[in-house]
């Protein structure tokens, strides 16, 4: 039987980000039902792991044009791996997982890893005229995404409560994991 080819994203994270790699690739790797690939910018040491495959978008700073294109980019990686089931895991690629799902009919998941629309109206990442800008442009992707995404996780409960466009029956799936290879105190 032919695995299923899984593609998680990222334009925010590393690609060995410990939510995509330890938590989603390597559990679903295990099964051994599916191909994985995970994108996102580049890494320093990339873990030799069966089964999973890296894609790097290299690196670039948060205001820059290799950011504004990364999405794009990505877009570029994931046609031609066209795989079965695309996990998303920032607002970035929500438009490139439209045009995907459009392109080849996978399936997308949108892994909510934070409350964007808040972090960019109260953090200090842009300058803070451009803060209620970026944000609502942030949000209203999140808002219409409810058109084409087929399932949603959480990184956090609260999301539910603090996005309640968001689907009731999300998936929570808590950023508590420790890898069983490391205790706890060696991680931190």
């Known amino acids: 039987m032919p695995q299923r080819r899984v593609l998680i994203a990222s334009v925010l994270k590393p690609v060995d980000d410990p939510r995509m790699y ?6 679903l790797s295990q099964t051994n039902k599916y191909e994985i690939n995970i994108i996102g910018f580049t890494a ?4 030799q792991v069966q ?6 978008l ?3 700073t948060r205001l820059s044009l290799q950011r504004i294109l990364a999405p794009w980019r990505a877009l570029r990686h994931a046609y031609r791996l066209k795989p079965s089931l695309l996990i998303v895991c920032s607002h970035e690629l929500l438009l490139a997982g439209l045009c995907l799902k459009i392109l080849t009919g996978c399936s997308l998941v949108y892994d909510v890893q934070e409350n964007y629309w808040r ?3 109260y953090g200090q990442g842009f300058p ?3 803060r209620p800008f970026v944000a609502a442009w942030v949000r209203g ?4 995404s409810r058109l084409w995404v087929d399932r949603y ?8 409560q603090e996005m309640p466009f968001l689907p009731h029956y999300s998936l929570i799936l808590p950023n508590k994991y420790v890898a069983p290879t490391q205790s706890a105190s060696s991680r931190y």
């Not at 330890?22 to 559990?27: H, V």
């Not at 089964?51 to 790097?56: A, E, L, N, P, Q």
């Open 51 to 56: 089964g999973i495959k890296f894609h790097t």
């Open 128 to 130: 803070l005229l451009l």
């Open 141 to 144: 992707k999140e808002l219409l």
């Open 44 to 47: 320093k040491n990339l873990p």
């Open 22 to 27: 330890e938590k989603m690739a390597l559990s």
């Open 153 to 160: 996780t959480l990184a956090e409960a609260l999301y539910q």
């Open 58 to 60: 290299g690196q670039f």
């Open 119 to 121: 972090n960019i109206l």
